[in-house]
């Protein structure tokens, strides 16, 4: 309300503005113009078009290496995606596994990432003083690390011999215990692979911070008068938590449910570094997927097939946070 | 007096809850760092004892001397490589952003809406959508293991941009036109009168523009393919998979990549937290 009103003012005020402003604005408006255009219409494009050729850097071809070598191909890379037989090609396979395995990450990430953050950021909040700044600052940390590093350690916590999760299981049973939590694909709970749910903690631990900073700085927003008004009614923490604490968190809540699925969609670096895939491509995930067939197959055209879908599925789902992001707005 | 010792005891009963369960939860979340700390001070030996020990029997400095002395680790180098990318990235998006948050903000001009429209569309359009064009504009460019073929490419941030004008609308056109009145040229007044007023902005996006730069991996994984280009995430994975028995050496190593930047992020938290919880931004 209050940037439309402005935009009016300053359309008003620079109506007749001077040579000088039009050159100020030239000069600066059409480089900005001419990057964006061959930085990123032109990719966006040549993205889309690579998805109707069976494209490979390895063949040449005539503009942009397209046709000859790299033929045209049309709708035929969306069409093999349909096709679920058992005999689908090796690439169409790994595409299925690749969504499943994504939409499962995703699926369990979120929740347990709110599960976890929404009553950290409440428990933290309701400490004082220094300490709530170094509670705060301690579970935050991972989050500054780069994610390679945290896939490292977290791979030696899952180490068969060497690992610091077999010597704790090893120390409470008394027992040696060996188990190859990334690399056994026989590991299964409630048909989950085990090794996805070690890539799981691996991620929460890292990606928690974003979420639990953003909740703590929404319950700061609460007024003290409502938390005060529930107490002298009488309330206890738990009926707080959930009846006054929640509800008032509600919209915070659903935005970062929807930025943690973004980015849980396009997982890529703790996967890599952790499993590359396996065991048996049960962390399989799209972007990984994406990344071998485009620059180690070198199959870019059905890479950027696949591209486009994922695409398309991050994309509703952003379409839902701005929805969101508008209506949050106006309260 | 009973009144005293009632609210005490409130007092104590509010919050010994939460330490209850703060303080377990914060050694689990520090443990990795821990372990990751203290295994890079053991002996190839003890690391390979079943079971594994916790804390070091046998304390070594040696697997950092080894790491540091690697003719194929030259660490500098890499952190050099980080360093290049990560500044001139940061210093790239705040000055693009910064000027065309306020162009966008203050300024009227033909195709504005557009031009604006297209900015926040670029904002939905993930990294790996552009990432096999990308890497196909930069072969042709010959920028294939060049620094450069990944500061080309990061000029512009259009959320840097969203955000700059949102900012700006804030700066009084009162002060611009008294500029104006007073014969400032246009970039003068950028530069002298919105830039100043940006600051705590251009601090926090700053950070925050250099952590995620610093931390990247699939992008200069695919652009940086030669050894000595490469930067500290990607030369880390590589280190990692050359020593796959001597994990003491990884972890020593992981250690002088992660520790020294991740204490620099630990000074600055305050503005990187406020860059999450203003703009809800994600790496």
């Keep these: 309300m209050t940037a439309r009103s402005q935009d009016k003012n300053s359309g008003r005020f620079f109506r007749g503005r001077n040579a000088a402003e039009k050159r100020f604005l030239a000069g600066t408006i059409s480089p900005l113009v001419l990057y964006l255009a061959f930085w990123t219409i032109f990719p966006l494009l040549w993205g889309i078009t690579l998805a109707f050729f069976d494209y490979s850097p390895r063949q040449t071809g005539g503009f942009l290496g397209f046709g000859e070598g790299n033929p045209f191909v049309g709708l035929q890379h969306f069409e093999n995606m349909l096709n679920f037989s058992a005999d689908a090609p090796l690439e169409v396979q790994q595409f299925h596994i690749g969504i499943r395995v994504t939409l499962l990450f995703a699926a369990l990430v979120v929740p347990l990432n709110l599960l976890i953050t929404v009553p950290l950021a409440f428990l933290i909040e309701s400490v004082n003083g220094k300490a709530k700044g170094i509670f705060r600052t301690i579970f935050f940390l991972p989050v500054l690390a780069p994610s390679v590093g945290v896939a490292i350690m977290w791979g030696f916590i899952f180490h068969p011999q060497r690992g610091l999760l077999n010597a704790i299981i090893g120390q409470f049973t008394g027992r040696l215990v060996g188990t190859a939590w990334l690399r056994d694909s026989s590991l299964t709970v409630w048909g989950i692979p085990v090794a996805l749910f070690a890539i799981i903690i691996a991620y929460l631990w890292q990606d928690m911070g974003y979420n639990l900073v953003i909740f703590i700085a929404a319950l700061q927003g609460i007024p003290q008068s409502i938390k005060d008004a529930a107490r002298i009614d009488g309330a206890n923490w738990l009926q707080m938590f959930v009846r006054i604490i929640i509800p008032l968190l509600m919209p915070t809540i659903l935005l970062a449910a929807i930025l943690t699925m973004i980015s849980a969609f396009q997982v890529f670096d703790i996967v890599q570094v952790m499993t590359e895939g396996g065991p048996d491509d049960q962390t399989q995930v799209l972007l990984l997927n994406i990344y071998s067939y485009a620059f180690r197959y070198q199959k870019m055209g059905w890479a950027a097939a696949v591209s486009i879908v994922m695409f398309l599925v991050v994309l509703s789902i952003s379409f839902v946070q701005t929805r969101l992001l508008r209506s949050e707005w106006e309260y | ?283």
Excluded: C
Aim: no cysteine; net charge positive.
């Design chain 2, 1 to 283: 007096m009973p009144a005293s010792t009632v609210s005490q005891k409130r007092v104590k009963l509010r919050i010994n809850p939460a330490y209850f369960i703060l303080i377990p939860a914060s050694l689990i979340a520090l443990l990795p760092f821990i372990w990751m700390i203290l295994s890079s001070f053991k002996t190839l030996k003890e690391i390979r004892q079943i079971p594994p020990t916790f804390v070091p029997q046998e304390f070594t400095l040696d697997n950092y001397k080894k790491v540091l002395d690697d003719p194929d680790l030259p660490l500098g180098i890499f952190y050099r490589n980080s360093a290049i990318i990560a500044i001139a990235n940061v210093i790239q998006v705040l000055f693009t952003s910064s000027l065309f948050g306020y162009i966008f903000a203050k300024f009227e001009f033909k195709g504005k809406k557009v031009l604006f429209w297209f900015v926040l569309a670029l904002m939905m359009i993930p990294h790996q959508m552009t990432m096999i064009p990308g890497y196909l504009i930069l072969a042709k460019l010959g920028l294939i293991n060049k620094l450069v073929g990944l500061i080309i490419p990061a000029a512009i941030d259009a959320f840097g941009i969203f955000l700059f004008r949102q900012f700006a609308l804030s700066i009084p056109n009162e002060l611009l036109d008294a500029a104006r009145v007073d014969g400032a040229g246009e970039f003068y007044i950028y530069r002298r009168i919105v830039l100043p007023q940006l600051g705590p902005a251009l601090a926090t996006f700053g950070m925050l523009t250099f952590m995620f730069n610093w931390n990247a991996y699939l992008w200069p994984l695919i652009v940086l393919t030669e050894k000595n280009v490469r930067t500290l995430p990607i030369i880390l994975t590589w280190f990692s998979n050359q020593q796959v028995d001597k994990t003491n050496l990884t972890m020593a190593a992981s250690v002088l990549v992660i520790l020294p930047v991740l204490l620099v992020f630990l000074l600055v938290q305050k503005w990187i937290v406020e860059g999450i919880t203003l703009s809800g931004l994600k790496g």
